[in-house]
T-cell receptor, first 114, second 109 residues
Framework: TAGITQAPTSQILAAGRSMTLRCTQD?????MYWYRQDLGLGLRLIHY???????GKGEVPDGYSVSRANTDDFPLTLASAVPSQTSVYFC?????????????FGPGTRLTVL | GQNIDQPTEMTATEGAIVQINCTYQ??????LFWYQQHAGEAPTFLSY??LDGLEEKGRFSSFLSRSKGYSYLLLKELQMKDSASYLC??????????WGAGTKLIIKP
């Protein structure tokens, strides 16, 4: 199985433009997550979804939105990108909702906002 | 507040043993995870501890002391491929992971 895939691998985006980062998992996991990883900082949770149809805000949700129309897909949208959103974005999933299940990560999207 | 501390960088020799420490302060605790992350790649799961004590898994072991807010990851018989960052993460009372900044481990021949 592919596990978790993310697209694009990398992107350069002009400030003020919108963009959607795609994330798809084929493991039928209930929970999905979006993190950003910046040098010198730990992974920070942007948004999460415990099950299809529900979403929640993480530690750094401002400037980002998500949707969870089905089990497999969890897109992250930047409505109007700013340079501080330059980061590496990881999508992750775990089998359960509200559980201690291990999270499995996608390969990441490297985003540069100029 | 919540805080997780790990050394920024460590260096060790191939074939040796290295211990990577993690100390934490959190408002809730549902376990501690260790992940490995090679440069430019995704984090991958190494271990999970929720009870005090040592969990051994091949060359890697992880220890937890909840009363001291302390964990370590022990890597034995180091190989060059172990050069990576090692991330400590606490699962809080809402089952969300709070991550440390990671420890970059450099292995020298």
């Amino acid at each position: 199985t592919a596990g978790i895939t993310q697209a694009p691998t990398s992107q350069i985006l002009a400030a003020g433009r919108s963009m959607t980062l795609r994330c798809t998992q084929d493991m039928r996991h209930n929970a999905m997550y979006w993190y950003r990883q910046d040098l010198g900082l730990g992974l920070r949770l942007i948004h999460y979804s415990n099950t299809a149809g529900t979403t929640g805000k993480g530690e750094v949700p401002d400037g980002y939105s998500v949707s969870r129309a089905n089990t497999d897909d969890f897109p992250l949208t930047l409505a109007s990108a700013v340079p501080s959103q330059t980061s590496v974005y990881f999508c992750a999933s775990s089998p359960g909702q509200g559980s201690t299940d291990t999270q499995y990560f996608g390969p990441g999207t490297r985003l540069t906002v100029l | 507040g919540q805080n997780i501390d790990q050394p920024t960088e460590m260096t060790a020799t191939e074939g040796a043993i290295v211990q990577i420490n993690c100390t934490y302060q959190t408002s809730g605790f549902n376990g501690l995870f260790w992940y490995q992350q090679h440069a430019g790649e995704a984090p991958t799961f190494l271990s999970y501890n929720v009870l005090d004590g040592l969990e051994e898994k091949g060359r890697f072991s992880s220890f937890l002391s909840r009363s001291k807010g302390y964990s370590y990851l022990l890597l034995k018989e180091l190989q060059m491929k172990d050069s990576a960052s090692y991330l400590c993460a606490i699962m809080d009372s809402n089952y969300q992971l709070i991550w440390g900044a990671g420890t970059k481990l450099i292995i020298k021949p």
